[in-house]
Nanobody
Framework: VQLVESGGGLVQAGGSLRLSCVAS????????VAWFRQAPGKEREGIVA??????FYADAMKGRFTISVDNDKDKAYLQMTNLKPEDTAVYYC????????????????????WGQGTQVTVSS
């Protein structure tokens, strides 16, 4: 199982980015899939997850970030809009077979496989 994120970069506040996560040797449809982020000096933070048929968003990102999965292409996406300087972090995708309990969707320890991360920097 391998995950590779891409799409990060430098963007001005108010801008948008779309992150991609490519899967190898498995299909996202069979797994719980999530996006996390980690800013310097902070704990890894759950953004959104699809698990057991439901989608969960962190309150701070709800309405600005959207997850989607293209099972045909084995890709997951994180569309981010209205970006703020506080969104600056390394962003990771993560998966767990076959699902993560809904109450702990945002707990990093629940996920078995992680990508290497992609840096997102939002300038003010």
């Amino acid at each position: 199982v391998q995950l590779v994120e891409s799409g990060g970069g430098l963007v001005q506040a108010g801008g948008s980015l779309r992150l991609s996560c490519v899967a190898s040797e498995f299909s996202f449809g069979d797994y719980a899939v999530a996006w996390f982020r980690q800013a310097p000096g902070k704990e890894r933070e759950g953004i959104v997850a699809i698990t057991d048929g439901d989608t969960f968003y962190a309150d701070a990102m709800k309405g600005r970030f959207t997850i989607s999965v293209d099972n045909d292409k084995d890709k997951a996406y994180l569309q981010m809009t209205n970006l703020k300087p506080e969104d600056t972090a390394v962003y990771y995708c993560a998966v767990k077979f076959p699902f993560v309990p809904k109450k702990v969707w945002n707990h990093p320890n629940e996920y078995d496989y992680w990508g290497q991360g992609t840096q997102v920097t939002v300038s003010s």
